[in-house]
């Protein structure tokens, strides 16, 4: 659930440089909402960050190389999603915001809050609503928390949890 409004977000990529390159293109687009493909030029830089994203939402992205004065060597194309701002308390007006990455995965994915949680239950829920996986994990404020979730099949799946009476739910989509 959201309440408030959502805020633009950012996304920091990296990926590995290629010996004989002598700049980079990342291209990058909406993968749920589409839209015009946008691209930004790194020089030698093998990490940016791309401001001014929208909350919860899925991203395609790829980079590209210019080795002898010519664009080639494209990279996989690699998917994220940015955080969800996921609520305010109503008698607090504190802010909790929680990331769930990679999405898709192919298994492992960190979970990253704006606060700091103690035994924080989350329900992992099949698309034909059986819980499939239950965790209680304990959350650092701005600190990726490693979750495994290798044992599911490829699908799409809900993540549950409650906080100080604000249900947050967020789609997983597994790949193999």
Avoid: H
């Amino acid at each position: 659930s959201l309440v408030g409004e959502p805020l633009p977000t950012e996304a920091t990529l990296r990926w590995y440089s290629i010996a004989s390159a002598t700049d980079y293109e990342l291209s990058y687009k909406s993968f749920t909402l589409g839209g015009p493909t946008l691209k930004k030029y790194t020089g030698l830089d093998t990490v940016t960050t791309i401001m001014g994203l929208i909350p919860n939402e899925s991203y395609m992205a790829s980079v590209r190389s210019k080795c002898n004065g010519a664009w080639k060597q494209i990279s996989n194309i690699v998917y994220f999603t940015t955080p969800n701002i996921t609520g305010v308390n109503p008698t607090t007006n504190d802010l909790i915001s929680l990331g769930i990455y990679p999405n898709p995965t192919t298994g492992n994915v960190k979970i990253i809050s704006s606060k700091s949680i103690e035994n924080q239950v989350f329900r992992i829920v099949d698309i034909m609503g059986k819980i499939v996986m239950e965790k209680t994990i304990n959350l650092e404020k701005d600190s990726p928390t490693e979750l495994d979730f290798n044992q599911l099949s490829q699908g799409t799946y809900f993540i549950y949890t409650d906080f100080e009476g604000n249900k947050i739910a967020n789609k997983l989509m597994v790949i193999r």
